[in-house]
Every structure is written in structure tokens, then in C-alpha cells.
């Protein structure tokens, strides 16, 4: 696909919705002329993540952008103390953003101050968690590094 001014032959205003993290899927909202002015509306709006989640390991960047740094066991980890940890997310959280996010910080991405070793401050975030769902539960043994 082309530069949106190759597209729109006149003069457009042009703006997105959000960011995706270099390793996420879904949807980036593009808005165009006078509905930029609605991102921030499109930007509150509630939405769904779905993912995959592996016990016992770690990351530097908290997902599969870095390799595993550390292992921890997970015998006494049922399908019971998943859903109750779930369950503490429902409702209004402070949550402190991964410093490998697409979030900008001083006009850059906080995974460009990341990957060049650069610690930065984050400031922490207010979250709504209105529902959370195990769909599959596969405990499977893996070796790690």
C-alpha cells in the first residue's frame, strides 16, 4: 500500500487511533479530515484482548520480543488460582506500562528507549478490567533455557 499522500491526491488531515506493539495483531483505526477529531472518543472506547499466557518464565520486555531470562516452578499452580488471580484484575487498576510498549514517551517509543538500554521513567496508568475469561487451560512441562 502507498503513503496516504499518494492516495488522497489533495491535502488531508490523516490521524490513527492508538498503536500496536511490534509483535501484537487486531485493528488500527485510521481516521481521516474532520473525524480525526474523533479519536479520542474511538480511543475510550471499550476493548477486547484476547491472548496466550505461559507460567513460569519471564521476559525482559514481559512477552516473546526478548528471550527467556528466568524460570520459576509451577506444580502448585491450578486451574483454580489462575481464575482467582483473574479475578483480581476486575475493576479500576494502576498499572505501570511494559517499557517495550509502543506508548510514546519525549516523541519516542518506549521499546526504542528499551532496546538501546535506556531506563526511562513510566508513569503509571488507570485501567478498567470489566471482565476476564479462561478459555483453555493446558498444563503443559516445557524446559527452558
Known amino acids: 500500500m502507498g503513503h496516504p499522500q499518494e492516495i488522497f491526491p489533495k491535502k488531508i488531515k490523516i490521524g490513527h487511533a492508538g498503536t500496536l506493539d511490534?509483535?501484537?495483531?487486531g485493528l488500527l483505526l485510521i481516521c481521516t479530515g474532520k473525524f480525526t477529531k474523533k479519536i479520542?472518543?474511538?480511543q475510550g472506547q471499550v476493548?477486547?484482548?484476547?491472548?496466550?499466557?505461559?507460567?513460569g518464565a519471564t521476559t525482559p520486555s514481559y512477552d516473546l520480543e526478548?528471550?527467556?531470562?528466568h524460570t520459576f516452578p509451577i506444580k502448585h499452580i491450578d486451574e483454580t488460582s489462575i481464575?482467582?488471580?483473574a479475578k483480581s484484575f476486575i475493576g479500576e487498576i494502576d498499572q505501570r506500562p511494559p517499557v517495550f510498549s509502543a506508548l510514546k514517551k519525549d516523541g519516542k517509543r518506549l521499546y526504542e528507549y528499551a532496546r538501546a538500554g535506556k531506563e526511562v521513567e513510566i508513569k503509571k496508568e488507570r485501567l478498567l478490567f470489566l471482565n476476564s475469561k479462561l478459555f483453555k487451560l493446558n498444563c503443559q512441562k516445557w524446559n527452558l533455557g
Do not use: F, H, M, R
Not at 66 to 69: A, D, I, Q
Open 22 to 25: 511490534p509483535l501484537a495483531t
Open 40 to 42: 479520542p472518543e474511538l
Open 47 to 55: 476493548k477486547e484482548y484476547t491472548g496466550t499466557i505461559a507460567l
Open 66 to 69: 526478548t528471550e527467556v531470562n
Open 83 to 85: 481464575q482467582e488471580a
